[in-house]
């Protein structure tokens, strides 16, 4: 008997965690995708094995029905093919590797979708290389264990969306993954308009630096220790008046206790409205001594006007040629410099901005990209076998690799019964 056909407008997303949109820039991000789906009439269900916080985003109130399930679980094989989803979404490769095998299993005619987020296996390549005090390659990358099981997870979807540009491009030259299998999907973002842009605090109105990220995210904790140790000093001993306001949720004490009113170095924690601080700093710092993927806080800056310093890493993939909005440096002393400049030169300030309007307005406009991507998804749906048929190292994968997976989830469920 044939598999029945899927309900072509039923989402399934399979979440890492609970869209946390005012914590987390992979909340905001999962938002957005939740949005287009509802903007283009799908049903949804939100399946997740984390817990709910304080900070979850209320999913019911848009009409996203939650189901809260179990790992390694034959419970979600049952859940699966009552709700016969015609997409599955996995939120990161590591979700994909738990449950792609009984989707494809369950409902073996869902496109399956992996939204990538970042390129893990990149910033913890890159981690690693800063740890040792080596100068990353990309041959740390190509030789990490979790680039091989990401890769995998890639070739096994049938579309995986790329949020950065220099993402999209190595895993297609240098890795050389058929460009049909990805969509380059950065943040969906409202277009800056005129009236917007009028509206923002200017130059004199403005006062201090800010730094924003979640604590749970190793690459903003490791920026604020660097910021507070080898650039602060500098950029206080120039503007012994300036100050920053350092904000993140999930703070952990190695960053609380850097909380220095003496030295104008405030960590002030969780900000319930990140645009609204943002709005509010003259200079956004994000010293970012390793990471991967689209930046959030260098995107919420430019949506409210702030020009922003950061690190080649931190600006990768985010602007295509375009100038930057603000400056580029990685080391200390060029980074404070490059933030004094931004804060004194108006002149440089209001380009900075200018730029940053540029970038959003041409780059990530939710109406254009919201076009590119329910088209691609047309394309691969409608011709769903024969995109399979193409990507014959994903059939080889389905084939041997997924195996192991399949038999160790089935040997911890097998476990978890035994009395």
């Given at each position: 008997?044939?598999?029945?056909?899927?309900?072509?407008?039923?989402?399934?997303?399979?979440?890492?965690?609970?869209?946390?949109?005012?914590?987390?820039?992979?909340?905001?991000?999962?938002?957005?995708?939740?949005?287009?789906?509802?903007?283009?009439?799908?049903?949804?269900?939100?399946?997740?094995?984390?817990?709910?916080?304080?900070?979850?985003?209320?999913l019911d109130s848009l009409g996203v029905?939650?189901?809260?399930?179990?790992?390694?679980?034959?419970?979600?094989?049952?859940?699966?093919?009552?709700?016969?989803?015609?997409?599955?979404?996995?939120?990161?490769?590591?979700?994909?590797?738990?449950?792609?095998?009984?989707?494809?299993?369950?409902?073996?005619?869902?496109?399956?979708?992996?939204?990538?987020?970042?390129?893990?296996?990149?910033?913890?390549?890159?981690?690693?290389?800063?740890?040792?005090?080596?100068?990353?390659?990309?041959?740390?990358?190509?030789?990490?264990?979790?680039?091989?099981?990401?890769?995998?997870?890639?070739?096994?979807?049938?579309?995986?969306?790329?949020?950065?540009?220099?993402?999209?491009?190595?895993?297609?030259?240098?890795?050389?993954?058929?460009?049909?299998?990805?969509?380059?999907?950065?943040?969906?973002?409202?277009?800056?308009?005129?009236?917007?842009?009028?509206?923002?605090?200017?130059?004199?109105?403005?006062?201090?630096?800010?730094?924003?990220?979640?604590?749970?995210?190793?690459?903003?904790?490791?920026?604020?220790?660097?910021?507070?140790?080898?650039?602060?000093?500098?950029?206080?001993?120039?503007?012994?008046?300036?100050?920053?306001?350092?904000?993140?949720?999930?703070?952990?004490?190695?960053?609380?206790?850097?909380?220095?009113?003496?030295?104008?170095?405030?960590?002030?924690?969780?900000?319930?409205?990140?645009?609204?601080?943002?709005?509010?700093?003259?200079?956004?710092?994000?010293?970012?001594?390793?990471?991967?993927?689209?930046?959030?806080?260098?995107?919420?800056?430019?949506?409210?006007?702030?020009?922003?310093?950061?690190?080649?890493?931190?600006?990768?993939?985010?602007?295509?040629?375009?100038?930057?909005?603000?400056?580029?440096?990685?080391?200390?002393?060029?980074?404070?410099?490059?933030?004094?400049?931004?804060?004194?030169?108006?002149?440089?300030?209001?380009?900075?901005?200018?730029?940053?309007?540029?970038?959003?307005?041409?780059?990530?406009?939710?109406?254009?990209?919201?076009?590119?991507?329910?088209?691609?998804?047309?394309?691969?749906?409608?011709?769903?076998?024969?995109?399979?048929?193409?990507?014959?190292?994903g059939g080889m994968l389905w084939h041997?690799?997924?195996?192991?997976?399949?038999?160790?989830?089935?040997?911890?469920?097998?476990?978890?019964?035994?009395?």
């Open positions: 008997m044939s598999d029945p056909e899927p309900h072509t407008k039923t989402l399934l997303i399979i979440g890492f965690m609970w869209p946390e949109p005012k914590a987390t820039a992979a909340g905001g991000r999962m938002m957005q995708l939740i949005h287009f789906f509802i903007n283009h009439d799908y049903s949804i269900t939100f399946a997740c094995a984390a817990s709910e916080t304080e900070r979850t985003s209320d029905k939650k189901i809260h399930i179990k790992l390694n679980h034959a419970s979600f094989d049952d859940f699966l093919v009552g709700l016969n989803p015609g997409l599955v979404l996995f939120d990161r490769f590591m979700i994909e590797e738990q449950f792609g095998w009984r989707v494809a299993r369950s409902a073996p005619n869902a496109l399956r979708i992996l939204e990538t987020q970042d390129l893990h296996s990149l910033r913890i390549s890159r981690q690693e290389a800063l740890k040792r005090g080596a100068i990353f390659s990309v041959g740390d990358w190509l030789g990490h264990e979790t680039t091989k099981r990401e890769i995998a997870s890639i070739y096994r979807s049938d579309l995986s969306l790329v949020l950065s540009s220099f993402e999209l491009g190595i895993l297609r030259n240098t890795i050389g993954i058929n460009s049909g299998l990805m969509l380059h999907l950065p943040f969906l973002m409202a277009p800056i308009h005129e009236l917007t842009a009028a509206n923002w605090l200017g130059f004199e109105a403005r006062s201090d630096f800010i730094c924003i990220g979640n604590g749970k995210h190793a690459p903003n904790v490791d920026s604020v220790v660097w910021l507070k140790k080898g650039i602060w000093p500098i950029l206080h001993k120039a503007l012994p008046k300036a100050v920053i306001h350092v904000y993140g949720a999930y703070l952990p004490q190695k960053i609380t206790q850097l909380n220095d009113s003496s030295t104008g170095f405030f960590v002030r924690g969780w900000a319930t409205d990140a645009y609204e601080v943002m709005g509010k700093a003259r200079v956004n710092l994000a010293p970012l001594r390793f990471g991967a993927g689209i930046k959030g806080k260098l995107i919420d800056a430019m949506c409210t006007g702030t020009p922003n310093v950061t690190t080649t890493i931190g600006a990768e993939g985010m602007r295509g040629e375009r100038p930057w909005n603000g400056e580029i440096a990685d080391d200390p002393e060029a980074f404070a410099h490059a933030a004094i400049k931004l804060y004194c030169d108006r002149e440089a300030w209001q380009m900075a901005q200018y730029n940053g309007i540029k970038i959003i307005n041409e780059l990530y406009d939710k109406n254009k990209l919201d076009r590119v991507f329910h088209s691609k998804l047309k394309k691969v749906r409608d011709d769903l076998e024969s995109h399979r048929s193409q990507n014959f190292i041997h690799t997924m195996a192991s997976t399949k038999y160790m989830s089935k040997w911890i469920e097998a476990k978890q019964v035994v009395p």
